[in-house]
């Protein structure tokens, strides 16, 4: 499949890169890489997303070349999706206009994604996938295309500490360190240390709403909007209050409720061991990985975590 994906690439001379609503760091640094290495096999390349990456993931090197809003009008002999094949998941309204190919690492919801799809669900974030399809297509790696991917690595591996971190994570980020020859620390303390203040006021807020759940093998936490009050936040990242709130000893699954608007929800599942969270999701009409899913809810929160605790404890061993 790879060699397939890199002979489409290479018979195309105009790409429109782009990835899915809310980029985290996996779906934007692949993007630019991906955007950068095209450029440098002298392609034109461009990455059109609708929604703009919160900080830190919009410092990654080469993000000020991202567009943002729909790629048509504009010809494109190609359009490569990054983790989100259709126009639900991209916000893109005219995908159907467009040859297009999808790399993702997410198993496919059976949807109309496109008929080319480069799907790997072992790799533990996209930025594996366009490391290979880098070596694939021979364009050499400079600092900042290195830098993306091992930044898009890091992320989705938290640091290369989740489940989903193989050693062969670490051998292709040791690689990448070494090509673009930037310290790894560079990466963490843009992606980890870089947080303003009023983000870890955010997050004492969201933690200070912890309740534990089926002998503390539940954690639960949740997001009001009126947590943004005073504070000069527009959105919060979701990632830290969550690994900090599932770190704790005996929890095998966390549930993060994200109000969205009145009585509508996000709700992230994480999960430990044999527990699957995309179970979980799936009962409720989302999906994602086994030990990261999430959907959304439409009612108030109390009947939310009623309902899926519910669900929870009849799965839980
Ligand atoms: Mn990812």
């Not at 690595?153 to 971190?165: E, P, Q, R, V």
């Amino acid at each position: 499949m790879k060699q397939k994906i890199a002979e489409r690439i290479r018979a195309a001379r105009r790409v429109a890169v782009s990835c899915h609503l809310r980029p985290d760091a996996d779906a934007v640094g692949s993007g630019l890489a991906l955007c950068l290495l095209l450029r440098r096999l002298g392609l034109q390349a461009d990455f059109i997303n609708v929604d703009r990456a919160p900080s830190p993931i919009d410092r990654l090197p080469g993000y000020a070349l991202v567009r943002h809003g729909q790629i048509h009008p504009q010809p494109y002999d190609l359009v490569v999706l990054i983790e989100g094949g259709n126009e639900e998941r991209t916000g893109q309204k005219r995908l159907g206009e467009y040859d297009r190919l999808l790399i993702d690492h997410h198993l496919p919801s059976g949807d109309d994604g496109p008929s080319l799809a480069w799907v790997v669900p072992e790799a533990a974030a996209v930025g594996e996938l366009v490391y290979d399809l880098a070596l694939e297509l021979g364009a050499g790696f400079d600092r900042d295309i290195a830098f993306n991917l091992f930044a898009a690595i890091a992320a989705d591996t938290g640091s290369f500490k989740y489940s989903n971190t193989t050693a062969r994570s670490l051998a292709v980020a040791a690689d990448l360190a070494r090509r673009g020859g930037f310290p790894p620390f560079e990466v963490s303390n843009l992606l980890f240390n870089s947080n303003p203040p009023e983000k870890i006021r955010m997050l004492t807020r969201v933690l200070s709403t912890l309740e534990t759940a089926l002998d503390g093998r539940v954690a639960m936490i949740h997001f009001r909007r009126d947590f943004l009050d005073r504070l000069s936040l527009k959105q919060i990242e979701t990632e830290d209050v969550i690994a900090v709130a599932r770190s704790i000893d005996g929890v095998q699954v966390l549930l993060f409720f994200k109000e969205l608007d009145a009585d509508y929800y996000r709700v992230s599942v994480r999960s430990r061991g044999e527990f699957s969270a995309r179970c979980v999701a799936q009962s409720f009409g989302g999906d994602g990985h086994h030990h990261a899913a999430g959907f959304f809810y439409r009612g108030p929160l109390a009947a939310a975590r009623e309902e899926v605790v519910r669900l929870v404890a009849a799965q839980l061993p």
